[in-house]
């Protein structure tokens, strides 16, 4: 009975220890300025965007973004701890406050960005996934019109044999659909021959590509059936360390409209300095405006990430870009100048 | 020929013309698979030989071993398992010291308490955190940790269950069919999941212990059982013997119904422990970098994609091996276990 009733206590005051945490309120971006290091979480098992080397290191698109916060955060690009998560571990990692934040290929949606979901907050998309096609170099195929009537392989019971429906229909197309119940097996029945093209995300297409004996000899199309836009996430209670987040990413893409990058940054610095008309310049690099400050951050962040990873483009052609091992034309994540989705809002 | 022939082999020589060349029938079906077996063989030898490519294993061996522990603390982990199969060796064929070998017990427990120290660092080595342990290091770890936790537990909740106290013995069959009712892996996400969301924001327990915690509560379950099949296989005129000459309750434990239930359980915790390694894989699927997880960590980098069957190959055999290891002490344990009772 003693017993019974000490467990009863312990509870209760279990209970009460968590009423009173939850009322703290303090900023996570303070804690990890404390921690002086950055717990990110990962996938880990995604060819190019986050993956173990033989060196045990940690690389990819992912994690190029974690080591952008980690430098705009701390001032150091390096003092991060990767936490390889599952799907399934992902958000409660990050409601528990075992992460910081998550840079694990996560799609952005309505539900898990609302309170009444998930309760996180999204920063700016990294990367738009969406479904591709696949198909050989020398058949000549460029677009979807060029595959009409052809056979198309797609995995069965998914959305993505939905969506290539879709397309074709409102195209008004006809196609043949090759079903197989998973992706190795589309893969098997695409190399065998058996369709003209394969059907899948465009960044699962560049991870079976780059497994291919001839990679160079299979292209993946332009065209994108559905949208699957991939952005870093955290808690949706914690404004201070999205808004940070938020405009971390924005300066890798505003770097890139600019024309800053790695290599020139200290250059732009000194001409920002040595110039006072350039406004805009100055307001970016911190020297002018003291915008980092509004943000919880250092006013010349956005030099510190630049310095660390370079620009959007940068990160990109270095993990995805055509000479990488997982190449993905970069089609909607351009420049919206040149025809893509990114933009970044004006730093002012 | 004679001298093959013996009672026990069925498969002699004689025996073989007779019962697989004895009729048309029975040759063909034997050439068959006499066919079928060297094909596969010829096939799976030559894959291993010539087709497969073993760079994806050979050039992150330090994967495989330690993770993504810092590389100029390597030789920690590698100490620890070296010592750990040193001392294998030893027990099954080192000299027969008798001072040795009485606190061998001691010395096996003691590499427990010395591998988290060389892991966790401290008093004059780096501290390392457990995020970066990894590959068969950490696979050893939670098979080790949770197995040496389960056993006294599972001693306790046995002992318990046998108590004429009725909340005590109620509470550990609850327990006991509680946890044999839920399936491994929803422990596991019970530990991963659920208890950081029960705990207050500052008690942060590590992923590594809490996967120990989920495995330590589902095994002792297990062992009380195991346990309790040996304290009811002890006759009860043994108890009623140690009372009359005066033993009270805690060393009739002690002396008579501990050791002899252990001897009896041997053999099935044995196929606990062996099966508690071969679960850690699990943590694979929860985010646990041990020796599979590694495996499809390194699947993911785009210089090996595809080379699934080389890792997973590997992985199997490097699986093999550890049990294997666990099994034949077992066994000389079991050995030591009977002849130590014949010198009674």
Redesign the interface.
């Known amino acids: 009975m003693r017993r019974l009733v000490s467990v009863i206590v312990g509870l209760a005051a279990l209970s009460a220890g968590c009423a009173t945490t939850n009322q703290d309120n303090s900023s996570r971006l303070n804690l990890i300025k404390n921690r002086n290091e950055l717990i990110c979480g990962v996938s880990g098992k995604i060819p190019g965007f986050s993956f173990l080397k033989s060196d045990g290191t940690y690389q990819g698109l992912d994690v190029d973004i974690c080591k952008a916060f980690a430098a705009a955060i701390i001032g150091d690009s390096e003092k991060i701890q990767y936490r390889p998560l599952t799907a399934a571990e992902r958000f409660t990692a990050i409601k528990t406050g075992e992460i910081d934040l998550l840079s694990r290929n996560t799609t952005f949606t309505l539900s898990r960005d609302s309170s009444g979901g998930n309760g996180l907050t999204f920063a700016p998309v990294v990367f738009h996934d969406g479904q591709g096609l696949m198909v050989k170099k020398e058949s000549e195929i460029s677009s979807l019109k060029d595959l009409a009537n052809k056979s198309i392989c797609v995995g069965s019971g998914t959305t993505t044999e939905q969506n290539i429906n879709d397309a074709f229909e409102s195209a008004s197309l006809p196609y043949t659909p090759i079903k197989y119940q998973d992706l190795n097996q589309v893969v098997a029945g695409y190399l065998q021959g058996r369709c003209s093209a394969m059907t899948s995300d465009r960044s699962q297409l560049a991870a079976a590509r780059s497994g291919f004996k001839n990679p160079k000899e299979h292209i993946i199309l332009d065209d994108v059936l559905s949208k699957e836009p991939l952005a870093p996430a955290s808690d949706g209670q914690d404004q201070k360390l999205a808004d940070a987040m938020r405009w971390v990413v924005y300066s890798l893409i505003s770097a890139e409209e600019q024309g800053i990058t790695k290599s020139n940054i200290d250059k732009k610095v000194q001409i920002a300095k040595n110039n006072p008309q350039l406004k805009p310049l100055r307001r970016f690099l911190g020297i002018d405006g003291g915008l980092g400050e509004k943000i919880g951050l250092s006013n010349d962040f956005v030099v510190k990430v630049i310095k660390s990873t370079g620009n959007y483009g940068e990160i990109y052609e270095r993990h995805l870009g055509q000479n990488s091992e997982v190449p993905i034309p970069r089609g909607q994540n351009e420049l919206y100048k040149k025809g893509g989705v990114h933009i970044s809002p004006p730093f002012n | 020929m004679l001298k093959l022939y013996t009672i026990s082999s069925t498969i002699s020589f004689k025996n073989a013309r007779k019962t697989l060349f004895s009729n048309s029938f029975n040759t063909i079906i034997t050439l068959l698979i006499i066919l079928f077996i060297s094909v596969a063989c010829f096939n799976t030898f030559e894959w291993l030989i010539f087709k497969a490519n073993w760079k994806v294993v050979i050039?992150?061996l330090?994967?495989y071993a330690f993770?993504?522990?810092?590389?100029n603390e390597q030789w920690r982990p590698a100490t620890w398992i070296i010592s750990l199969l040193s001392l294998s060796i030893f027990t099954l064929w080192g000299p027969e010291w008798k001072w040795l070998r009485k606190n061998l017990l001691i010395v096996w427990v003691g590499t427990i308490p010395l591998g988290l120290y060389l892991l966790y660092g401290g008093l004059g080595l780096s501290p390392i955190?457990s995020?970066?342990w990894g590959g068969l290091t950490l696979t050893i770890l939670l098979t080790v940790c949770s197995s040496l936790l389960s056993l006294p537990i599972g001693i306790v909740l046995a002992l318990c269950r046998q108590s004429s106290l009725p909340?005590v013995q109620k509470l550990s069959s609850i327990f006991i069919d509680v946890m044999r009712a839920i399936p491994l892996i929803a422990v596991l996400?019970f530990g991963?999941?659920l208890i950081?969301?029960?705990?207050?924001?500052?008690i942060?327990i590590d992923?590594v212990w809490r996967a120990i915690f989920a495995f330590t509560l589902f095994v002792s379950a297990y062992i009380a059982e195991d346990i309790r099949g040996g304290l009811q296989s002890i006759p009860n005129t043994q108890i009623e013997a140690a009372n009359s000459l005066g033993l009270n309750q805690y060393q009739i434990i002690q002396y008579i119904l501990i050791p002899q239930a252990l001897r009896i359980a041997l053999p099935a915790l044995t196929n606990q422990s062996i099966g508690l390694f071969q679960n850690t894989s699990l943590m694979a699927?929860?985010?646990l970098?041990e020796l599979l997880?590694?495996g499809?960590?390194?699947?993911?980098?785009?210089?090996f994609?595809?080379q699934y069957i080389e890792v997973y190959v590997w992985l199997a055999c490097v699986y093999w091996i550890v049990c294997t290891i666990m099994a034949v002490l077992a066994r000389h344990l079991e050995q030591r276990m009977t002849i130590n009772q014949a010198n009674f």
């Open positions: 050039s992150n330090p994967l993770g993504s522990f810092p590389a955190m995020r970066q909340m996400f991963q999941l950081p969301l029960f705990l207050p924001v500052e942060e992923r699927i929860l985010g970098v997880g590694i499809r960590s390194i699947l993911a980098n785009p210089e994609i595809g």
